[in-house]
Structures are given as C-alpha cells and as structure tokens.
C-alpha cells in the first residue's frame, strides 16, 4: 500500500451513531483529526499516512466505526502532549455469541469480529460452530476467536465475558407469527440466561431470540431467582426495527440516510412496535396516508423478508447488522463513551408495563437514564398506537413471566 494512502473512518451523528438530539448537550460536530500517524496492521490498513473522522456512513453505518475513532482517541494525550507515531485501536472486551453457527450469529459473529474494541469472542453453539470459528479466526482483526460446543463447554464460553448476545432460537417460517416461536425459544433462553448467570452476571446481556417481548422478561425472572438480576444490564434488541425505519422513512422522504433518525417504541412484534414518525430528525412532515403505510410496513417488515425467502429463512442479514450496531454502542459505552443512546426494550418505568422499548443512555453499568422526550406531545395517530399495543405487549410480558415461574416450581 502507498504510504501517501489515507485510511478514513467515518463517523455521524444523531440516533443512528447511537447519539440523542434531544438531550441537552454539546452539539455533535464532524469530528475530524488527520494526522501523520500510521495504523500498523489494523484490519489490513498498513502505513496509512492519516486518520479522517468525517460525518459520513461506512461499513456497518455510524455507530460501529464510531467505536474505531473512539479508540484513536487520545484518551491519554490530552493537553499539548505530543502523540506517539502509531495509533492502535484499544481492543480490550469479551464478546460471547450464543448460536454462533446459526443464520444470524454467523454473520453477527463476522461484523462483531472486525471490531477493534473486541479483544476475545467466543463462539457458542450445539453443533457446526468449530468450522465458523476456524473461518473466522483467518480474519486479521485484533479478537482472538475460540469455539465451544455443546452444553458442556456452555460455562466455559461464558468465563469473564463482557456482553453476552444471544440470537439461538429457530427462525420463524412462512405464516409463522413470532409468538408461535414461543415455546422453543423461551425454554433455549431460559437455559442459556442460567449459565450467564452462574458464569458471568455482570456482563451486558443482549436478547435476540423471538419473541423478544417474552424472552427479555423470562430472562429477568432466571437472573432474579439466581439473585444477579440488575435491570440496567439486560437488552432487548430492537434496534433493527430503528434500521428499518431509518431506511424507510430515507427512502420515502428522498433523504440522506446518515441524516434520519426514527425512534421506535412499545415491543418487538407486529402492533407494539411504534415508529414515532413526527419525532424524526431531520424534521419531515408526513401525509396521513405516509404515516399509515409506513407504520404498517415497519411493523410487518419481517415478514416481508420471511416471504421473499419462501421458506429459506428469515431477517438474518438485517438482524446480524443492527445487532451489531447494538453491540459496538455497548462496547463503546463500556469504553467510556459518555454520548450512547440507542433504543432497547428493557425494563422500564415509562408506562404502566414492566418492560418497554425506549431510547434509553448507555453508560459503563448499562442503562444509565431512560429518555421519556420521545414519548411527550405525540400526534393523535401515536397516541392511541400506543394506548392499542399496550394489552399485547402486557400479555406477552406475562406470558413470559408465567413460563419462568413455572419451571422454578416444577424444578
């Protein structure tokens, strides 16, 4: 590679860097530093003669390679101290994916992989997760990968891990709903949030499996009856219903789509998920109509991707890139990072229901506030969206409460 040759990485602003306009704050600028240092063998970048931050989308949008310009930072040389000749992104975490060798954690597993905050990921799965990991390993980021296989190396996957990310579960299949996954899912998550409670309960705990409005409360019952629950550091992941809207609502509105930021509300499935349309930035007016069809296709977009695939699978690819969106906010967050806001569905105090989706700040013990602007002065449409979805969301929450208690009482 050239030495004159300029390795860029691009950082935006707004919710899809995981940032809160809302919030009173210094206002986000391009962050911009270029500077003869070179990257020494970093993902391939040799002798790269500058460094550009710039308010621009790259390879897993804003908010993952917001992470690589964080670690550039001069954390250690403020003032007029003179920087050293190299900058090396800082990868000091432990990621563990569980259900590594299925149809979103392998390609969750490659994007966590080129991370440069990830130091270690451990690959988890019943079977075929020793090739993945193989596969992987060959890639030249700074994370060491380890494979583990069956129940039996469950707990050591686990050992001083930092966030845990569980996509295991079945995928749903044409004219499946997410809740017909129900029973499945919630008894592989029961099984895998035990183990993260015996080997590492301080990690951040993201669920991916469906349906995420039962499973995120299941996994609260387990970590309480283990005494580890702390409600700051388990996540339901959502963030793909964010991705969707955002790329929706940009091509729509013929916007820039680093520029868009939807925040969605409520759950995870069908009617409780709620794109708050009249909250986007930038400021964009809807027709009645562009506010019904969009909610409607936001709502329903997984089952467009399930029936385009006629019975080959699922939101796999999507799903993968907002969950590791979600996971470079929390790394970040866990990094220091004091500007993290991304949408989760956690437990909350937002309204009346135990566990609502919300722009929530991310801080190094997880939910550090939840953010109730988003849901002040919604439009009439928003409001009773909101009022309608509650009793589904409610009844899904307890459905998953009653499945965690009951197997305590037949155990």
């Given at each position: 590679m050239a030495t004159t040759s300029v390795a860029t990485f691009m950082i935006g602003t707004a919710a899809s860097l995981g940032r809160e306009s809302s919030v009173p704050q210094s206002k986000p600028s391009a962050l911009r530093f270029s500077s003869q240092?070179?990257?020494?063998?970093?993902?391939?970048?040799?002798?790269?003669?500058?460094?550009?931050?710039?308010?621009?989308?790259?390879?897993?949008?804003?908010?993952?390679?917001?992470?690589?310009?964080?670690?550039?930072?001069?954390?250690?040389?403020?003032?007029?101290?003179?920087?050293?000749?190299?900058?090396?992104?800082?990868?000091?975490?432990?990621?563990?994916?569980?259900?590594?060798?299925?149809?979103?954690?392998?390609?969750?597993?490659?994007?966590?992989?080129?991370s440069p905050l990830v130091s270690a990921l451990n690959l988890y799965d019943i079977a075929n997760v020793k090739g993945v990991a193989a596969d992987l390993s060959h890639c030249n980021t700074p994370s060491q990968v380890q494979d583990f296989t069956g129940a039996s190396e469950l707990g050591n996957s686990l050992k001083g891990v930092n966030v845990v990310v569980i996509p295991a579960g079945v995928p749903r299949k044409p004219g499946m709903t997410r809740d017909d996954l129900f029973n499945i899912n919630a008894g592989i998550v029961r099984n895998l949030v035990t183990a993260v409670?015996?080997?590492?309960?301080?990690?951040?705990?993201?669920?991916?499996?469906?349906?995420?409005?039962?499973?995120?409360?299941?996994?609260?019952?387990?970590?309480?009856?283990?005494?580890?629950?702390?409600?700051?550091?388990?996540?339901?992941?959502?963030?793909?219903?964010?991705?969707?809207?955002?790329?929706?609502?940009?091509?729509?509105?013929?916007?820039?789509?680093?520029?868009?930021?939807?925040?969605?509300?409520?759950?995870?499935?069908?009617?409780?998920?709620?794109?708050?349309?009249?909250?986007?930035?930038p400021s964009v007016n809807f027709t009645d109509e562009e506010i019904q069809e969009l909610t409607v296709r936001i709502q329903n977009a997984g089952t467009e991707v399930v029936e385009a695939k006629a019975g080959a699978g699922s939101a796999t690819l999507s799903m993968a890139?907002?969950?590791?969106?979600?996971?470079?906010?929390?790394?970040?967050?866990?990094?220091?990072?004091?500007?993290?806001?991304?949408?989760?569905?956690?437990?909350?105090?937002?309204?009346?229901?135990?566990?609502?989706?919300?722009?929530?700040?991310?801080?190094?013990?997880?939910?550090?506030?939840?953010?109730?602007?988003?849901l002040q002065g919604l439009t009439e449409y928003e409001q009773k969206a909101l009022e309608a979805l509650k009793p589904e969301l409610k009844a899904s929450i307890e459905k998953g409460i009653a499945f965690a208690q009951k197997q305590t009482v037949t155990a």
């Open positions: 240092y070179s990257l020494k063998n970093f993902s391939g970048l040799k002798a790269a003669a500058s460094v550009s931050c710039e308010s621009e989308s790259s390879f897993s949008g804003k908010e993952t390679s917001a992470a690589l310009c964080a670690s550039f930072a001069p954390k250690a040389h403020k003032g007029n101290q003179n920087f050293q000749n190299s900058l090396q992104p800082q990868a000091s975490f432990k990621v563990a994916v569980l259900g590594a060798a299925g149809g979103i954690g392998q390609p969750l597993a490659l994007l966590i992989k080129m409670a015996d080997n590492c309960p301080d990690a951040f705990i993201h669920i991916i499996s469906n349906p995420v409005n039962s499973t995120v409360p299941i996994a609260a019952e387990i970590l309480k009856q283990k005494g580890v629950y702390d409600p700051k550091k388990l996540f339901g992941v959502t963030t793909l219903d964010v991705v969707r809207a955002n790329t929706f609502v940009a091509q729509k509105k013929n916007l820039k789509l680093i520029d868009v930021d939807v925040p969605v509300v409520g759950g995870h499935a069908g009617i409780t998920i709620l794109p708050l349309l009249s909250k986007t930035k890139y907002a969950a590791a969106r979600f996971v470079e906010s929390s790394l970040r967050a866990l990094d220091g990072d004091g500007d993290v806001y991304e949408c989760s569905y956690v437990q909350s105090d937002l309204t009346e229901l135990p566990f609502f989706a919300s722009r929530v700040k991310l801080g190094r013990n997880g939910v550090e506030a939840l953010i109730p602007s988003d």
